[in-house]
């Protein structure tokens, strides 16, 4: 069964310090790894698709990178606007197990 | 996404009634899903469609049906809702079956 697990469940940081955010998968035959942001009341908004190991993107103040078995959003300087919580899930392929999602790791970044 | 939408916003229902949600989008993606997302639980398919009256089950399928008879309206129905269908309820689309899905703003179903 596939399997997306985010951790830490949620984390406080002050502005400016830096950390990361963890997804380990087992996702058979990933065909891709998602990275959204989800704000209260709203639905989740797209920020990254990785689809092999090694591969790194970037957005202003997040990285997102991908091993085999797990992948890493990077915060470098946080501001309290990226306070949200953060969602990543795992693409098997098309269809009924096309997208498995963890339960996010809720951010706040304090002033 | 500005080119999916969701109505209505929020709904409040009784027990055994019928409840439809409609998702409308703009930008012509052929895959369009509804998930529900729960306290506890990450957000999980209910069904999802590719293309106009092809349709399939997700994880979570029993009470649900949908339609989708137009590329850009998605219509999930609850026949008989209980209240453990009380959730939060996204639409989504794609352009292809692995590209990135784009979610729509949410529908706050409350069923008494």
């Known amino acids: 069964e596939d399997q997306v697990t985010q951790s830490p469940e949620a984390l406080r940081l002050q502005e400016g310090e830096s950390s990361s955010l963890n997804c380990s998968y087992t996702v058979s035959g990933l065909r891709g790894l998602f990275w959204y942001r989800q704000d209260p009341g709203k639905g989740p908004e797209f920020l990254f698709t990785?689809?092999?190991a090694g591969e790194e993107k970037e957005k202003e103040r997040l990285k997102a990178t991908l091993t085999k078995k797990e992948s890493f959003l990077h915060i470098t300087a946080p501001k309290p606007e990226d306070s949200a919580t953060y969602l990543c899930a795992g693409h098997s392929g098309g269809g009924a197990d096309g997208l498995t999602f963890g339960k996010g790791t809720h951010l706040i970044i304090q002033p | 996404d500005a080119g999916i939408t969701q109505s209505p916003r929020h709904k409040v229902t009784e027990t055994g009634t019928p409840v439809t949600l409609r998702c409308h989008q703009t930008e012509n993606h052929r895959y369009m899903y509804w998930y529900r997302q729960d306290p506890g639980h990450g957000l999980r398919l209910i069904h999802y469609?590719?293309?106009?009256?092809?349709?399939d089950k997700g994880e979570v399928s029993d009470g649900y049906s949908v339609s989708r008879s137009k590329t850009e309206d998605f219509l999930l129905t609850l026949e008989s809702a209980t209240s453990s269908q009380t959730s939060v309820y996204f639409c989504a689309m794609s352009r292809t079956d692995y590209n990135e899905q784009f979610f729509g703003p949410g529908t706050r179903l409350t069923v008494l």
């Open positions: 990785l689809y092999s």
């Open positions: 469609s590719y293309g106009v009256k092809d349709t």
